[in-house]
């Protein structure tokens, strides 16, 4: 079975000053469908830049990215962009979604800008699967932060991704919403069969995922 990601022997490193700074040192992992986990790790540990690695926005020193089976070798910008778009949702701490669109049609957007073949009641449906159907025609500005945290959800599941990268997602709402989106997340991820990586400091939330890695000293370790 195809996986919809494997790391092989990833590395990074940063210079500061003179020196050499390794942030990621063989990092391995792999990630099965409908699978869903957390990485943790304290301030600095790296793990954005371990996740800008997998959402092909940075790249690696060393190692190997798959994603779906796809080797991401190239270093072309416009390669990247074909392959967030084919294979990634990204679900950020701040919702990121665009002011001046209604949720329905932010959501058509993204449905156009990745060719997928959804209906309107397609995507109201995804709504409903996220609790806000009645937000189909407001404008963000006009929710609340546990609704428009839900819609970055439903806009991240349009297209199919093999693979959600979620930032800190959980890290703007109250613990009682923080959970409700977490939960959600696992349910769509088990519903749809895409895998998930949480990066998160938030450990009330560490219930609702499979496996919990740390990254420490450059290392991810299952715990
Ligand atoms: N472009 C860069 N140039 C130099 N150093 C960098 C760069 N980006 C990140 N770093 C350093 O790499 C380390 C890892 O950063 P990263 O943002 O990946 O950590 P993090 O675990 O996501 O932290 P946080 O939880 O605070 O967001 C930090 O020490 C940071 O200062």
């Known amino acids: 079975m195809t996986k919809p990601l494997v790391l092989k022997n ?19 992992l792999e990630l099965d469908k409908g699978e869903i986990i957390a990485i943790l ?21 060393g190692g190997e990215l798959h994603l779906d089976g796809d080797l991401v070798t190239v270093k072309n910008a416009k390669e990247w962009t074909k392959r967030r778009r084919d ?43 996220l609790g806000i ?32 990268l979620a930032d800190e997602p959980t890290a703007s709402l109250d613990e009682a919403r923080g959970r409700q989106i977490a939960e959600l997340l696992r349910k769509e991820v088990k519903a749809k ?10 450990e009330r939330i560490l219930d609702v995922v499979d496996k919990i890695y740390r990254l420490k ?3 991810l370790v299952l715990e």
């Open 10 to 28: 990833i590395t990074k490193a940063y210079q500061d000053g003179k020196e050499k700074r390794i942030i990621l040192d063989d990092v391995n």
């Open 41 to 61: 790790g304290p301030s600095g540990s790296g793990k954005s830049t371990l996740l800008s690695i997998i959402g092909c926005l940075l790249s690696a020193d």
């Open 87 to 129: 294979y990634l949702g990204f679900i950020f701490q701040n919702h990121h979604l665009l002011p001046y669109l209604t949720i329905i049609d932010q959501l058509k957007m993204v449905a156009k800008m990745t060719k997928s073949s959804v209906s309107q009641a397609d995507l109201l449906a995804l709504l409903t699967e």
């Open 133 to 164: 159907p009645d937000c189909a025609n407001s404008y963000p500005k006009d929710m609340s932060g546990g609704q428009k945290q839900r819609a970055a959800i439903a806009r991240a599941f349009v297209g199919n991704p093999s693979l959600i």
């Open 193 to 202: 069969q895409t895998a998930a990586i949480l990066v998160t400091h938030d």
């Open 217 to 219: 000293d450059g290392k």
